[in-house]
């Protein structure tokens, strides 16, 4: 697993525990975890083209 993805999951995690007791600071890591989900791989592939 790559650590864009354990870092995506771990934030997604935290920030869900987080937003149940306050949101206005869950919320906003919510949003972070998910972006590194979409933009997971895009690191390789930015590689692969420099080659």
């Known amino acids: 697993m790559q650590s864009a993805v354990r870092w995506?999951?771990?934030?997604?995690?935290?920030?869900?525990?987080?937003a149940l007791l306050i949101p206005f600071f869950g919320i906003?890591?919510?949003?972070?975890?998910?972006?590194?989900?979409?933009?997971?791989?895009?690191?390789g592939t930015i590689e692969?083209?420099?080659e």
Do not use: F, H, S, Y
């Open 8 to 18: 995506g999951i771990a934030l997604i995690v935290i920030g869900v525990i987080l």
């Open 28 to 43: 906003p890591l919510i949003v972070i975890g998910v972006a590194l989900l979409i933009w997971r791989g895009r690191e």
């Open 48 to 50: 692969a083209i420099k």
